[in-house]
């Protein structure tokens, strides 16, 4: 049982509800956090609860902080996911790729760079590793940092997407649609780090409903 673990239980604990809905809620609270805009949703959390999300919010940070040492990158939220199917009924049905075989499938699917900034696409992103193996295998090369597209038709995978590929650093957008029987709708997305193209460092999110305000949409 990891330190990020323990601390999700103990804000479960202190929310009183329940989990797999405080889960989702941590994600919108750092989601908000990282926003440019936080205008998306009315936020249902009195002051008592901030404190606890804002708690957990910065064992978030450390632990990642702590787990990239080491790494060059590293979901935890893919993980505590998982760890949290075998507690809670409410969390299963949902499979992320091993770190292992995603960092194998970004080197079998690896294309000689041309200079430009490649664009890498994941119709099916989940918590978003197959990208962030994709940003390493990049930064590993010395070769120009990609532009990661991550879609799902799954909310919650989307809001675990953005926040990974923010705090890694990527250039990106994660797209909320049904990217088989839908592929040119959008539900909404994500515009990840903006303002680390724009020159500053710190990461951010900016939530968007115009299909024209990503690449997918733009032909």
Request: aromatic share 12%; net charge negative; with cysteine.
């Amino acid at each position: 049982m990891n330190k990020l673990y323990t601390s999700f239980l103990e804000l479960v604990r202190k929310i009183n509800d329940d989990a797999l809905k405080v889960f989702d809620d941590a994600l919108t609270y750092i989601l908000r956090y990282l926003s440019i805009d936080t205008t998306d949703a009315v936020w249902p959390h009195g002051e008592r609860d901030n404190q606890a999300f804002t708690q957990f919010m910065a064992d978030y940070f450390q632990y990642q902080k702590e787990q990239t040492v080491t790494k060059f990158w590293y979901d935890a939220w893919g993980d505590m996911f998982m760890e949290l199917s075998g507690k809670f009924k409410s969390f299963r049905g949902q499979f992320f790729t091993p770190a292992s075989v995603a960092d194998l499938c970004a080197r079998m699917s690896e294309q000689e760079s041309s200079g430009a900034r490649p664009v890498i696409n994941d119709c099916a992103c989940g918590s978003a590793r197959m990208l962030l193996a994709a940003e390493q295998l990049a930064y590993e090369r010395g070769s120009v940092q990609p532009y990661l597209i991550g879609e799902d038709i799954d909310g919650m995978c989307c809001k675990m997407a953005a926040i990974n590929l923010a705090v890694h650093g990527c250039l990106g957008e994660v797209v909320r649609h049904d990217s088989l029987q839908h592929p040119d709708e959008l539900i909404y997305g994500y515009i990840i780090n903006e303002s680390l193209s724009a020159g500053h460092s710190f990461p951010s999110i900016r939530r968007s409903e115009d299909k024209y305000d990503f690449m997918k949409f733009r032909k």
